[in-house]
C-alpha cells in the first residue's frame, strides 16, 4: 500500500486542531486503555490498519494482555476479560460508530448511562467521534501500518 498524502504536512493546523481534542480525552479522566480500546474497537469496525496496528500497540505496552486484546472483536464474548465500564463503552462505540445502521437505539444509550457519568459519556462520545476522524484520515490518505512498513 502507498500513501496517497502526508495529511499531517497538507494540515498542520487541522492536524494540531485534532490532537488537540485528543489532548482533552487524555486529560478527562477515562481511563486510558478504556479509550484506547474503544479506539482499536472502532479502528476494527471501519478496517483502519494503520490506526489497528497502531492502537494494538498501545495496548499491549500499557500492560492489556495478548489474550484480551485478540478478544476484542468478539468482546462480549471475552467474559470477565472486559469489565462493566469496558463492555459499556464498546457497546456505546459501536453503536455510535455505526449510527446509519443503528440510530441509536434508547436501549443502547440508557445501558451506557447506567455505567458512565453525563461528562463522561460525552467525552467517550467525543473519543469515538475523533477516531472515526482519524480513521477516515488514514483510510482516504493510505496511512501506512508501522507493521507493514517494515
Not at 502507498?2 to 504536512?9: E, S
Not at 469515538?128 to 501500518?145: C, H, V
Request: net charge negative.
Amino acid at each position: 500500500m502507498t500513501q496517497r498524502m502526508d495529511y499531517n504536512a497538507a494540515t498542520p493546523a487541522g492536524m494540531k486542531a485534532l490532537g488537540g481534542v485528543y489532548g482533552h480525552i487524555l486529560q478527562s479522566g477515562l481511563s486510558k486503555v478504556l479509550v484506547d480500546l474503544v479506539y482499536l474497537r472502532i479502528s476494527q469496525l471501519n478496517g483502519c490498519a494503520y490506526c489497528i496496528d497502531l492502537h494494538s500497540r498501545d495496548l499491549l505496552k500499557e500492560g492489556v494482555s495478548v489474550d484480551k486484546l485478540v478478544l476484542v472483536p468478539a468482546w462480549r464474548e471475552g467474559g470477565a476479560l472486559f469489565d462493566a465500564s469496558e463492555r459499556a463503552a464498546l457497546a456505546w462505540a459501536e453503536t455510535v460508530t455505526l449510527v446509519a445502521d443503528t440510530g441509536v437505539p434508547d436501549a443502547e444509550y440508557e445501558a451506557a448511562a447506567a455505567v458512565f457519568s453525563a461528562t463522561q459519556l460525552a467525552d467517550l462520545t467525543i473519543a469515538i467521534g475523533l477516531m472515526n476522524a482519524y480513521n477516515r484520515m488514514a483510510i482516504s490518505f493510505r496511512a501506512t501500518p508501522a507493521g507493514a512498513a517494515r
